[in-house]
């Protein structure tokens, strides 16, 4: 059901914009507390780890206990406003422009549009598209995810408000360098892998085995998020250290601040003060929630792709007029 299938001509553009807006939305819901997690174990400058006292967070547990101590049980879904207009927009034009690409591949080369290396650079491509069109939300859910008690953005109106008028336009695309040259080769590994996965599955499971078909997707999605995620983990975290440059001032009660000067001031400093590990920090959070988002991400889509289908196919279309 993902990419275009010239034999099953089923799911329009549009509605593959609506799936995967309705995708991301539900998943979203389910991720948020390990993407706070992420972000903030990114952001410290500190080693994570109990023997380092001047750490805010240690471990996931720790760190579970410390925001849940301080901030509260919504402290988890920080930004879930400006998440959740991330994962519904982006999806929507992922998804749509992945089965445009993929249909125009079949159209105009002599490429299989089914083929795990097609997926790779469509799965790029359409995730390159939707991180332009959704950065200025990213930057916007990193800096509420980002900041502790008391907040400096009560709310998202105040946010854009005051982050226009204090750093100007361009802080809504701050760490976009890092994060399109880490999300072509995340999500194409995410398509590719997928692909991959669901071929071997065919040839694992029977084919009348139809029962497990939606578990299947949540574990071909899962596996392909981890694999991916843990290939491309470095730039993810130097986009959100970018990210929250001119807020070090909210971060004060975390830690220490860093100042950076662009992609390659950042790496530097990330390697001179924190070392290669540095790169690494909350990867455990990341995996988790690459494993759980990118397998339900691809599990929803399948399901409201396959739920579009039925409603168009002919035996519901008699029912109706029945």
Same mark, same amino acid.
């Given at each position: 059901?993902?990419?275009?299938?010239?034999?099953?001509?089923?799911?329009?553009?549009?509605?593959?914009?609506?799936?995967?807006?309705?995708?991301?939305?539900?998943?979203? /819901?389910? &991720?948020? #507390?390990? $993407?706070? *997690?992420?972000? !903030? =174990?990114?952001? %410290?400058? +500190?080693?994570?780890?109990?023997? @380092?006292?001047?750490?805010?967070?240690?471990?996931?547990?720790?760190?579970?206990?410390?925001?849940?101590?301080?901030?509260?049980?919504?402290?988890?879904?920080?930004?879930?406003?400006?998440?959740?207009?991330?994962?519904?927009?982006?999806?929507?034009?992922?998804?749509?422009?992945?089965?445009?690409?993929?249909?125009?591949?079949?159209?105009?080369?002599?490429?299989?549009?089914?083929?795990?290396?097609?997926?790779?650079?469509?799965?790029?491509?359409?995730?390159?598209?939707?991180? /332009?069109? &959704?950065? #200025?939300? $990213?930057? *916007?859910?990193? !800096? =509420?995810?980002? %900041?502790? +008690?008391?907040?400096?953005?009560? @709310?998202?109106?105040?946010?854009?408000?005051?982050?226009?008028?204090?750093?100007?336009?361009?802080?809504?695309?701050?760490?976009?360098?890092?994060?399109?040259?880490?999300?072509?080769?995340?999500?194409?590994?995410?398509?590719?892998?997928?692909?991959?996965?669901?071929?071997?599955?065919?040839?694992?499971?029977?084919?009348?085995?139809?029962?497990?078909?939606?578990?299947?997707?949540?574990?071909?999605?899962?596996?392909?998020?981890?694999?991916?995620?843990?290939?491309?983990?470095?730039?993810?975290?130097?986009?959100?250290?970018?990210?929250?440059?001119? =807020?070090?001032?909210?971060?004060?009660?975390?830690?220490?601040?860093?100042?950076?000067?662009?992609?390659?001031?950042?790496?530097?400093?990330?390697?001179?003060?924190?070392?290669?590990?540095?790169?690494?920090?909350?990867?455990?959070?990341?995996?988790?929630?690459?494993?759980?988002?990118?397998?339900?991400?691809?599990?929803?889509?399948?399901?409201?792709?396959?739920?579009?289908?039925?409603?168009?196919?002919?035996?519901?279309?008699?029912?109706?007029?029945?």
């Amino acid at each position: 059901m993902v990419g275009y299938d010239p034999e099953a001509k089923c799911v329009s553009t549009a509605e593959a914009a609506a799936a995967g807006s309705a995708s991301g939305l539900v998943t979203r /819901v389910f &991720v948020s #507390p390990l $993407d706070v *997690l992420k972000i !903030r =174990f990114q952001l %410290q400058i +500190e080693q994570l780890s109990s023997r @380092n006292p001047a750490a805010k967070y240690h471990g996931i547990l720790q760190a579970v206990q410390c925001i849940f101590r301080e901030e509260g049980l919504t402290a988890f879904w920080k930004g879930h406003v400006p998440a959740q207009l991330l994962s519904v927009g982006f999806g929507a034009v992922q998804f749509m422009a992945f089965e445009s690409l993929t249909k125009l591949v079949h159209n105009v080369t002599s490429f299989n549009a089914r083929d795990s290396l097609v997926h790779l650079v469509c799965g790029g491509l359409a995730a390159c598209t939707a991180t /332009v069109a &959704v950065q #200025p939300v $990213d930057t *916007l859910r990193t !800096r =509420f995810a980002a %900041q502790g +008690e008391p907040k400096i953005y009560p @709310n998202l109106r105040h946010a854009v408000m005051t982050m226009y008028q204090t750093e100007g336009p361009q802080t809504f695309y701050r760490g976009l360098t890092p994060t399109l040259i880490a999300i072509f080769p995340y999500a194409g590994l995410q398509f590719f892998f997928y692909n991959i996965l669901q071929q071997f599955s065919k040839w694992v499971i029977p084919a009348e085995a139809k029962g497990g078909a939606s578990i299947k997707n949540l574990v071909c999605g899962s596996c392909a998020g981890v694999v991916s995620k843990s290939l491309t983990y470095p730039l993810d975290l130097v986009k959100k250290r970018l990210q929250v440059g001119g =807020f070090e001032h909210a971060r004060a009660a975390f830690g220490q601040v860093r100042t950076y000067g662009g992609l390659l001031d950042c790496m530097r400093q990330i390697m001179q003060e924190e070392g290669p590990g540095g790169f690494f920090k909350g990867l455990s959070p990341s995996l988790l929630k690459a494993g759980f988002s990118t397998g339900l991400i691809f599990f929803w889509y399948e399901l409201f792709c396959g739920l579009l289908c039925a409603l168009k196919s002919p035996e519901s279309t008699k029912k109706k007029a029945g």
